[in-house]
C-alpha cells in the first residue's frame, strides 16, 4: 500500500530544489499532494509549518506510513530518501546504474539547482 505523501513547495514554483522533488515523485510514479507555500507572505513560518520543518524551507516532504508522519527537508535528503524507501524492483530508479552515468545525473541536478536562476526566473 502505498503511502500519503505531500510536497510542499512555492508559489510561485520556481525553486529548483522543489521542482527535483517533484521531477523525483512522478517518475516513481508515486501519489502525492502539493501544498504551496507563498513565501513572500512567510508562510513557511506558519506555527503549523514550522513545527513539522527543521529548516522552514521548501522542499518539505510529509509522509505518511503505518500511523505516523515522517517529515523531510532539503532536496538531497528527500531524494536519497525516496530512492532508497522506493527503490528498484518495484520503483523506477532515479539513477542510472553506472557510477560515471550516475555522477553525470547528478552534476545537471546541480547545474540546475545552482547555476540557471535567470533562465528558471523567465
Keep these: 500500500m502505498q ?8 508559489t510561485p514554483v520556481t525553486s529548483p530544489y522543489v521542482m527535483s522533488v517533484y521531477v523525483a515523485l512522478e517518475e516513481k510514479g508515486l501519489g502525492y499532494r502539493l501544498e504551496l507555500l507563498d513565501l513572500a507572505r512567510g508562510e ?7 513545527a513539522h520543518s527543521i529548516t522552514n524551507r521548501v522542499p518539505t516532504l510529509a509522509i505518511e506510513e503505518a500511523g505516523r508522519t515522517v517529515w523531510l527537508s532539503e532536496s538531497v535528503a ?26 553525470r545525473v547528478r552534476l545537471v541536478q546541480g547545474l540546475i539547482r ?9
Design 78 to 103: 528527500i531524494l536519497e530518501y525516496l530512492e532508497e524507501r522506493f527503490g528498484a524492483p518495484d520503483y523506477p530508479s532515479l539513477y542510472p546504474e553506472g557510477l560515471l552515468e550516475r555522477a
Design 114 to 122: 545552482s547555476d540557471f536562476m535567470p533562465i528558471r526566473e523567465e
Design 44 to 50: 513557511q513560518h506558519a506555527p503549523e509549518f514550522v
Design 3 to 10: 503511502p500519503n505523501i505531500v510536497l510542499y513547495g512555492n
